[in-house]
């Protein structure tokens, strides 16, 4: 998605407001005192920032404009260095100019600077005259997914009386994932509790051949042969010790319903609800990341809506594992487009989901609320058979009641207030798990 570029006018340098303003002084002198030498000094004085405006007016750079970012995936608070090559392709030197690269509103950019002279463009035989590269650092301070560009050009006429300024190139999106907070490393066997019961139970399960065991492939090491499995069925088969090899772990986002994996566009809103959001997302980010680290296979799913069936238009829903899992889920997470319309939702999906799942083993699930609704905190409660452990980590601004509603339903409530906390949170959170499993 790309911005529309503004209609740019020439306007005139101090130079050129300075020149008008004598011209015009002169012509009053001249027409009071009846001095027509100085008139034509006047009209001079007059028409040479007219000629120079029109002059920049007609000027069309034709720039080719490649960028680069350094590293192309960063995280918020953090730079990236972005690598710009500008190439000339006209017919003629292109010099004297000024740019500047379009930066999103908060990014600390690039001031202008002057842009080397490039040579006329060579189709035959280049020698790189006609392109020159420049460097600048960008910090991104916010969560989110921004165009940055295109390239601003500046020119003048050569006695720089008037300016105009010309976009070069398409802007480019770089990627601003959140926060992420080291969690305690010994903790982190707080949701493997149930992964340990859930590898116990599947093989405890009377049909455990049939579960943990499937066809022999060409490759598979015979260590693997599954003798009683192979008896019974009168083909070779095999252990697929990986169907377990991972456990699960379910980890819910309070995000608005319209919010959907896309271009993030900061609205006006309170300086307080949009830091609340922005904390639960890195809250989430980091449990997630974590668990991933520790081998868990991670479902990110929003509170309420992905129960509903929505499939690919829910606001967001994937499932993850490594290797590669964590930055697919930070940039997911980056590209979490906040709107605060449209936050109501039923809560008998929620009942529906835990009807499906029957008498399976229970995954561990970590709920991060910012705002929820009363039917988001039904939806929670609903769901609360289908997990164990169950931690809702909440901000300052979530509702007592809804607190109250979580706890009643046995999930463990944390509170989180500021991101220096998470740590904190995480520490108590595993270490109540681990009690209550006890």
């Known amino acids: ?23 015009v002084v002169l012509a009053g002198v001249s027409l009071w005192f009846d001095l027509r ?32 970012f350094s590293p192309a995936v960063v995280r918020a608070g953090e730079s990236t260095v972005v690598g710009l090559v500008v190439q000339n392709r006209g017919p003629r030197t292109f010099d004297g100019a000024h740019w500047r690269d379009r930066a999103p509103d908060s990014a ?51 006695f720089a009386l008037a300016v105009v300024e010309r976009d070069a190139g398409s802007a480019h999106e770089i990627v601003v994932t959140p ?22 139970q599947r093989r405890n399960h009377p049909n455990s051949d049939e579960l943990i065991a499937r066809e022999y492939r060409y490759g598979d090491p015979l260590r693997r042969v599954n003798w009683p499995a192979t008896a019974r069925r009168g083909e070779l088969m095999v252990r697929e010790e990986e169907q377990r090899g991972d456990p699960e772990a379910r980890v819910l986002l309070d995000v608005p319903s319209s919010s959907r994996p896309g271009l993030v566009v900061h609205r006006e809103r309170g300086h ?43 606001p967001f829903d994937g499932t993850y594992r490594m290797p590669g899992g964590d930055r697919l889920l930070l940039e997911d997470l980056a590209r979490v ?14 009942a529906s989901e835990v009807r499906t799942r029957g008498r399976d083993a229970r995954e561990p699930a970590f ?19 289908a997990f164990e452990p169950a931690v809702a980590f909440v901000t300052a601004t979530v509702p007592a009641a ?26 108590a959170s595993a270490t109540t798990a681990v009690r209550d499993a006890s």
């Not at 690039?110 to 060579?122: D, K, N, Q, T």
């Not at 487009?337 to 929620?350: K, P, S, V």
């Not at 607190?403 to 949170?425: F, H, K, N, P």
């Open 108 to 158: 600390v950019g690039p001031p202008e600077s002057l842009l080397p002279a490039l040579g006329p463009h060579e189709a035959v035989l280049p020698s790189g005259d006609d392109r020159v590269r420049v460097e600048y650092r960008l910090r991104m301070p916010r969560r989110g997914v921004y165009p940055v560009g295109p390239l601003r050009i500046g020119m003048h006429d050569p």
């Open 337 to 350: 487009d906040l709107d605060e319309q449209g936050r109501r939702r039923d809560d008998r999906a929620a």
């Open 402 to 427: 809804v607190r109250q509603m979580l706890e009643d339903a046995d999930w463990t409530v944390v509170t989180v207030r500021r991101a220096s906390e998470i740590g904190g949170a995480w520490a």
């Open 272 to 314: 307080d609800g949009d830091e609340r959001y922005e904390l639960a997302i890195e809250v989430a980010a980091s449990i997630g990341v974590h668990l991933l680290e520790h081998g868990f296979r991670v479902r990110c799913t929003s509170v309420g809506e992905h129960e509903r069936g929505l499939g690919p238009t829910a």
């Open 179 to 200: 926060r992420v907070t080291p969690l305690a490393e010994a903790l982190a066997t707080a949701a493997s509790i149930d992964g340990v019961v859930h590898g116990l």
């Open 367 to 385: 709920a991060v609320l910012a705002d929820p609704s009363a039917a988001d905190a039904g939806a929670l409660v609903a769901l609360r058979p």
């Open 1 to 23: 998605m790309s911005r529309p570029r503004p209609i740019s006018w020439p306007r005139l340098t101090r130079r050129g407001i300075a020149l008008v303003a004598v011209g």
């Open 37 to 68: 030498d100085i008139l034509v000094l006047a009209f001079v004085g007059i028409a040479m920032p007219v000629v120079a405006a029109a002059f920049v007016a007609t000027r069309r750079p034709r720039l080719a404009v490649q960028r680069q």
